[in-house]
């Protein structure tokens, strides 16, 4: 890692920070680094915290495990999706993984109906029907209320995964009516799109809005436009995450370090910056 492609300023608002989204090894989706590699690149540039991200497990026995031998003062943190691998939209998965301690249960993502209208992602590897939040009546099954009892009860953070944006728009809304801690998942990627002015409206609700590298990097948003929607949203509803992890790709350290430099070029606020990438992240954890 070459700490000299990117500024004094990056490498000094990185120090403390978070990245609440990343994928790792092992993995059923070829990674460019292991659990342990993580902690200690972002041990390196003085990161406080990672959180561990599969599409088809729970991830915070792992964490435990890194924690314990990395040798880091970075904590890696674990999480839980709510795919078909872990029953799809199941209550009983949620509590086991956050009785364990992990800090955020994703709706659905690959196995999502909305995600499944686009098409299988890269690495897919089973056939499967989509997992929606609503009923035949449309109305939002009992299971997702079941869901929001549990995360509501550990005091963690719902996320919205690949939902459509009608499902993350009714499911924030309700959730928040619930007093349930809730997380608008990468609302700029192509899969799922929530409008700006929707992304404004939750997060006036208490919904935090998560913003993504990958999502700049891969064009379905310009950095002008992110900018434009951190001063809109206020950086105090918003942490910036980098969804990166991937073979072959920037590996996370280095995308959050460009993540920085690109809004500092974009004109927003160091403070702000410090919000989302250390204040926000921070109060999901604790």
């Known amino acids: 890692m ?27 989706v070829a990674r460019s680094l292991d659990d ?28 435990m495990i890194a924690n314990k031998y ?8 674990g999480a839980v999706t709510l795919n078909w691998p872990v029953g799809g939209i199941n209550p009983y998965a ?10 955020i249960v994703w709706m659905p993502t690959r196995d999502s109906e909305n995600s499944l209208v686009f098409g299988d992602m890269p690495g897919d ?19 997702v209320y079941e869901v929001l009892e549990v995360v509501k009860k550990y005091g963690s953070y719902l996320a919205t995964g690949h939902l459509s944006a009608k499902e993350s ?3 924030c809304k309700e959730a928040r009516k619930m007093g349930v801690n809730i997380i608008l998942t990468h609302p700029d990627w192509v899969r799922t799109i929530v409008p700006l002015e929707q992304q404004i409206e939750l997060s006036r609700l208490g919904v935090l809005v ?31 995450v980098t969804d990166r992890g991937q073979a072959n790709l920037d590996k996370p350290v280095e995308a959050m370090l460009k993540f920085i430099d690109c809004m500092l070029k974009q004109g927003v606020e160091e403070k702000a ?12 954890l604790e």
């Open 36 to 63: 342990f590699e993580m902690a200690r690149d972002a041990d390196k540039v003085g990161m406080a915290g990672i959180l561990i991200k599969s599409h088809y497990e729970t991830t915070h026995a792992r964490a």
């Open 125 to 143: 590897f089973f056939k499967r029907p989509g997992i929606s939040i609503y009923d035949e009546n449309m109305k939002i099954k009992n299971a």
């Open 210 to 240: 998560e913003k993504v590298w990958a999502n700049i990097e891969e064009g379905t948003l310009a950095p002008e436009e992110m900018a434009i929607a951190v001063n809109r949203i206020g950086s105090e509803n918003i942490f910036m």
């Open 169 to 171: 728009y009714d499911l």
């Open 70 to 77: 990395a040798g880091t003062r970075c904590k890696l943190y």
């Open 273 to 284: 910056i410090t919000d989302m990438v250390c204040n926000v992240p921070r109060s999901i």
């Open 94 to 103: 949620a509590e086991s993984s956050l009785k364990l301690g992990a800090k």
């Open 2 to 28: 070459d700490l000299k492609k990117y500024s004094d300023k990056a490498a000094e608002l990185i120090k403390g920070g978070y990245d609440l989204h990343v994928h790792t090894e092992p993995s059923h």
